[in-house]
């Protein structure tokens, strides 16, 4: 794909480029390597704490021929993965809840799942992307199935676990997405500054763009995208600047973020 979208081009592709959610990121990689996976994982948190780029990776991570500590991103799967970002090609099938209608689920069961040809011989893959939009009488069919065939691997994506089962929750590893720290986030955006030709004045405007952007991977990269629009010089005036209409338009910058000095 080419594109000079921010959001795109540094959305993490491995595991190493993923910011914060650390003992996250850890387990995903344990379960590659031990190969002992598990039915079903869900994963919440707030929109833009990643979650999903992480099922995404840990997708990929799961059908790379080289997987080490990481993805090797140059096998044919792990290209695979990249060319059809984001749903992957054959090798999961991914499904948006929003539109998802029971009546595919219904099929899916029929066919045990298998009807997207699937790369692993071992697991089924499907992710449920905003799965709080689904009915309880769809997550107790779900439900059901992870109790009974063992060759899948459901992964669940929602903001808050809440919205499901309590028996749903105990069935399935469930991983919680959060923000990166700051003391992380800086040195992230310093690096994309550089990548990008963009000076930065002083460490305050990154602190300034992080802070606006909610400390939200996803969310600095847009900011930061439209700073790079106005000039190559990024400053704290120029960042006030571009988030003049922008915290109106973000909802739920929590206040401990702006309390940090
Ligand atoms: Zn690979």
């Known amino acids: 794909m080419n594109t000079s979208d921010f959001r795109s081009v540094y959305r993490p592709k491995k595991f190493s480029e993923a910011i914060g959610n650390k003992w996250s990121i850890q387990t995903l990689k344990n379960i590659v390597i031990s190969n002992r996976i598990p039915n079903g ?12 780029c992480l099922s995404y990776v840990f997708v990929k991570a799961l059908n790379c021929l080289n997987f080490k500590e990481d993805v090797c991103d140059v096998c044919k ?13 054959w090798l999961a099938d991914f499904h948006d809840c929003t539109i998802m209608k029971e009546d595919h689920l219904e099929y899916l069961i ?23 939009r689904t009915r309880s009488s769809f997550q107790e069919k779900l439900l059901r199935q992870l109790d009974t065939n063992p060759n899948l691997l459901l992964i669940f994506l929602l903001i808050d676990a809440s919205h499901v089962e309590d028996a749903f929750r105990q069935r399935v590893l ?5 923000r990166p720290e700051i003391q992380e986030v800086i040195p992230w955006l310093r690096r994309i500054c550089d990548s990008e030709q963009i000076a930065v004045k002083d460490v305050r405007a990154l602190k300034e763009l992080a802070i606006t952007a909610g400390l939200l991977p996803r969310e600095c990269l847009s900011l930061l ?36 000095e």
Do not use: W
């Open 174 to 178: 469930v991983l919680k997405t959060e």
């Open 110 to 132: 029929k066919n045990h799942f298998t009807a997207f040809p699937q790369n692993r011989p071992d697991k089924n893959i499907h992710v449920f992307d905003e799965f709080q």
């Open 41 to 52: 994982i869900l994963f919440h948190g707030h929109p833009g704490t990643g979650k999903s």
């Open 77 to 89: 799967n792990c290209l695979l993965m990249e060319k059809y970002y984001p749903h992957g090609s």
């Open 225 to 260: 995208q439209k700073v790079s629009y106005m000039d190559n010089i990024l400053t704290t005036d120029l960042v006030k600047e571009a988030a003049r209409d922008y915290r109106s338009t973000t909802k739920e910058t929590p206040s401990y973020v702006f309390s940090e």
